[in-house]
Structures are given as C-alpha cells and as structure tokens.
C-alpha cells in the first residue's frame, strides 16, 4: 500500500492580491491538553489549592483562563498547539495576508487558537456559538451536556483580543 501525504497549498492561491481578498481559511484548533495527558490531567496538574503547577514540559509555564472555567471539559492549548497557532499567524503575516475576520468556537481550544493568530497579526476575533461540536460528543452519563464556555467578557478578563459584547 502507498501511503497518502495530504498538502496544504493555500500559499498558491495568494500570489494575486485579488486572490487574497476572496481566500477563505478554516483551521482546527491548536493540540489540546486533554488530548496528550489524557482526561484525568486536571488533577494532575493544579495543586491543592487549586494553583495549576505544570508538570509537563508541554503545558503552558502561566495561564490565561477565567476561574470560572471547566477546564475538565473545554481542555485548554499546549504549549505546541500555541506555538502552532502563531506559526500559522506569520505564514499569513509573511505572505502579507490580513484577515478582514477571525471567527473561533466559543470552545477554550478554539479562543486561543484564534487569539494568538490575532495578536501576532494585531487584530481581534469574534466568537460564534453555532461552530461548537455537536452536543453528542459530550456525552456523560447518558446526557448530553455541552461545556460551560467562557463568556466574552471572561474572555476579555482574560485578555483575549475578542471583539464583541
């Protein structure tokens, strides 16, 4: 069997200026925690009164999440999946590709994902709750509820360039 290498060649379609300002670019959030460590992370990772101390190299050193947030169930980014993220930022950056817009899932992986592009580029996102994964993915003792997302006013408690009430 002769494996299958899939490539992204969106840098070819922004040769053109016009090409640019019709380009649409979706993306997946950065790699989550939850995702490398597994679902019982939290209670590894936060000390006993409840300051997070990372013991993974690939956990972020600081945090920026509201104390609201569930973070057993809207797992936030490793360091990786930031640093993907901005390295996504200066690919677009590079090619002179401003977005007009930044739209992210309201979920904790996606708002970041999206805040660091929008930092590095010095813009801001907005939210839209309809990009959330279907509620049956969360699937907890038979029901099915989805995460407790953080508002955007956590958001910009966080300092998370979201734009919006």
């Given at each position: ?63 920026r999440w509201h104390k ?38 309201p979920a904790l992986r ?30 907890q003792g038979g029901k ?22």
């Amino acid at each position: 069997m002769v494996p299958v290498v899939t490539r992204s060649f969106w840098y070819r379609a922004v040769r053109d200026p016009d090409d640019r300002s019709r380009l649409v670019l979706v993306m997946r959030a950065g790699e989550r925690i939850d995702r490398i460590l597994g679902n019982e992370w939290i209670h590894t990772q936060f000390g006993r009164n409840g300051e997070f101390k990372p013991l993974d190299g690939n956990l972020p050193t600081r945090v920026r999440w509201h104390k609201d947030a569930k973070l057993d169930e809207d797992s936030p980014l490793t360091t990786l999946g930031r640093h993907s993220a901005v390295l996504i930022a200066r690919a677009l950056y590079k090619r002179q590709i401003r977005p007009s817009l930044i739209v992210s899932s309201p979920a904790l992986r996606a708002v970041q994902t999206a805040n660091a592009i929008a930092q590095f580029l010095h813009t801001t996102f907005v939210v839209e709750e309809g990009l959330c994964e279907p509620g049956h993915w969360y699937t907890q003792g038979g029901k099915f509820p989805l995460p407790r997302f953080l508002t955007t006013k956590e958001m910009k408690s966080c300092h998370f360039a979201v734009n919006g009430n």
